[in-house]
C-alpha cells in the first residue's frame, strides 16, 4: 500500500463532504451534498444522467473544486497536492495515449506515482492480468476496442495500490464476464481495507456495494446500504427504489419529472 498521509489517517473517514455546492455558470449542480464513506467501504454512486454524479467525484479527488462546502479526504482539506498519492482515479473518459502500447501507458502512469524499475514491471504484469490485458499489452492503445481501453483505465489506477479508489463507471462497454471479474476484483480489494467509491447505472452492481448514495438533481435523496433503501421505499429491488425514491423527490421538489 502506498504511503499514508499523516499519523491519524487511518482513523479517519476516507472522505467526508460537508454541505457541498458546486454551480456552472449560474446553474446549481451540486445542492448542499453531505456525506461521510468510511475506509474500507464500497460505495455506489447512483443516479440518472445528469444528475451530478461525475462533478461530485471529481470534487472528492481534488480534480474540481466546489464552490462552498468542504472536502476531506482521510482527514486532509481537499484539494492538496500531497493528497495525490493517495487514490487511484478511473475518470469516464480514458485519459490514455492511443499512439503508445498499453505497456508504455502503464509505464507512464507508474512512473506519475514514483514507481520504477522492477517494482514498476511487476506492478504492469499484476494490473494487466487482472484485467485480462496480458497479451495485448504490446499493442498500441489505438487499436483496442473501447471495452479493453477500459480495462486499461482502471489498471492505470490500480498500479500504485492506493488505499483509496475512485472509478466512475468502470465497467462500461465491458462485456458480462469481465465485469464479472472486475467486481469480484473490487469485492477483494474491498476486503483488504481499500475504499472503493463507484459511480454506476447497472442495479446488480449497485446491490454488490456496501452502500449507496442516490443522487438526483444535484441532491443526495438516499444514503444507506442496499436492503435497507429497499425497505424505505417499501419495493422488492434496487430499481424500484431508484424509480420511487426519484418519484418522491420530484414531487417534494415540485419538478416533476418521472425518471
Ligand atoms: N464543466 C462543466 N461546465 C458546465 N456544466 C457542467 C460541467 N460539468 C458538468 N456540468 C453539468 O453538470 C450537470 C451534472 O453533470 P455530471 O457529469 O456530474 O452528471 P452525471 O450524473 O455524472 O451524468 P452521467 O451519468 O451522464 O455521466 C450536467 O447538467 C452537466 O451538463
Redesign the pocket.
Known sequence: MSAIPSMNAELEPALQLHQIQRR??GKT?LDGISLTIPQGELFGLL?P???????LIKLMTGIDQADGGSVRMLGEPIPQLKMLQAFGYMA?ADALYNELTGKQNLAFFGALFGLKGEQLQARIQAVAALVELTDHLGKPVGAYSGGMKRRLSLAAALLHEPRLLVLDEPTVGIDPVLRRSVWAELSALSKQGVTIIV?T?VMDEAEKCDRLGMIRDGKLIAVDTPEAIIAQAGVATIEEAFIALGQQQAVRSGTGATR
Do not use: A, E, I, R
Request: glycine share 22%; charged share 5%.
Open positions: 456552472f455558470n449542480v443516479g444522467s445528469g444528475s451530478g454524479k461525475t462533478t469516464q459511480t447505472h
